[in-house]
């Protein structure tokens, strides 16, 4: 039985990571309402702006699914507004009324924005643990970690700061590897999906 993977679409970068999904061996979907949440084993949060996609899980009505369907144990990946999200909690977390809201997936704290805005986005290679070889890593207005729980793993930083983490089965990336052509992160999350990793 293939896995079913959902993708959150209210807004970022859905496509690319239906993509990676399907090419990392996953049953792929969009996830917009309660109901396709409830019909996957899995779901990714993509990148995109963290506050809108605050904004629209209330518009959607699916905050309080998500969080429930996470505190029970359901796999989750975030890339960038995705990882801001899956945290308990957020630095810098927009204005009020219209912040970036916790879903508390991972245990971490994580700054929005912290590597600057859209003119200092870069890419480069970073050290990834549990892949075989450097992770091509591109940052867009990116997060990162501040802090993390002692159940938290580190899989990678860059320069001082860490821009990946796992806690059981749900992974976050501050970077996007839906963007490079390289499916390592992916084929990893559907692997934790599958029990396999």
Same mark, same amino acid.
């Given at each position: 039985?293939?896995?079913?993977? &959902?993708?959150?679409?209210? #807004? ?15 049953? +792929? ?11 996957? !084993? ?29 505190? !029970?144990? %359901? ?5 960038? +507004? ?12 927009? +204005? ?7 879903? &508390?997936?991972?245990? %971490? ?17 970073? =050290?990834?643990? &549990? ?19 002692? !159940?938290? #793993? ?9 821009? +990946? ?25 559907? =692997? ?6």
């Amino acid at each position: 039985m293939s896995l079913r993977v &959902g993708v959150l679409a209210l #807004q970022g970068d859905t496509r690319e990571h239906l993509a990676a999904l399907r090419e990392a061996g996953a049953e +792929a979907s969009t996830v917009r309402r309660a109901s396709e949440l409830d019909a996957v !084993d899995a779901l990714v949060i993509p990148g995109g702006e963290s506050t809108t996609m605050s904004h629209l899980l209330r518009e959607f009505e699916l905050l309080e699914p998500l969080r429930t369907r996470l505190a !029970d144990g %359901m796999p989750a990946y975030g890339s960038c +507004a995705g990882m801001i999200l899956l945290a308990t909690e957020i630095l810098d977390a927009g +204005a009020e009324g219209r912040e970036a809201v916790p879903l &508390g997936g991972i245990d %971490m704290t994580v700054r929005r924005n912290a590597f600057g805005r859209q003119v200092d986005s870069f890419e480069g290679d970073i =050290d990834f643990h &549990g892949l075989d070889g450097p992770a091509h890593a591109v940052f867009i207005r990116a997060p990162w970690v501040e802090r993390v729980g002692p !159940d938290v #793993q580190v899989l990678a930083r860059a320069g001082d700061h860490i821009v +990946a983490v796992r806690q059981r089965r749900v992974l976050a990336t501050a970077f996007h590897p839906e963007m490079t052509g390289d499916r390592r992160v992916h084929k990893l999350f559907v =692997d934790v999906v599958a029990h396999r990793a």
